[in-house]
Nanobody
């Protein structure tokens, strides 16, 4: 059974850093795209970063560009979101996702000017990140 287990959430002071991890099990992460999403209180879930499985090309939304870094370690079957210079507006529940797994779906990561949910087939439960002093 494919499963994604996120970790690393918590309380961080403004300007601080945090690394989220997402451990995959029940399947191999190799060649699949990865993505990070977040949902702030009272807002819809938004995609913030992705990495294509085929060539490792990455994409970041403007709100996190230059501060967040997506990465993966296929040997550990785990991927990450390194978050630096955190701001109170980064407070949200963060979700990790993998896809596309369906053979008839093409990745739109770094092609579209957003990170869409449609292409992600496996989702982890959210992990809360709170940025506050």
């Amino acid at each position: 059974q494919p499963q994604l287990v996120p970790s690393g959430g918590g309380l961080v002071q403004p300007g601080g850093s945090r690394t989220l991890s997402c451990a995959a099990s029940g399947f191999s992460l190799d060649d699949y795209g990865i993505g990070w999403f977040r949902q702030a209180p009272g807002k819809e879930r938004e995609g913030i970063s992705c990495m294509r499985g085929s060539d490792g090309v990455t994409y970041y939304t403007d709100s996190v560009k230059g501060r967040f870094t997506i990465s993966r370690d296929n040997d550990l079957n785990t991927f990450y979101l390194q978050m630096n210079n955190l701001k109170p507006e980064d407070t949200a529940v963060y979700y990790c996702a993998v896809g596309p797994v369906r053979p008839d779906v093409l990745s739109r990561c770094a092609v579209s000017d957003y990170v869409g949910e449609y292409e992600y087939d496996y989702w982890g439960q959210g992990t809360q990140v709170t940025v506050s002093s």
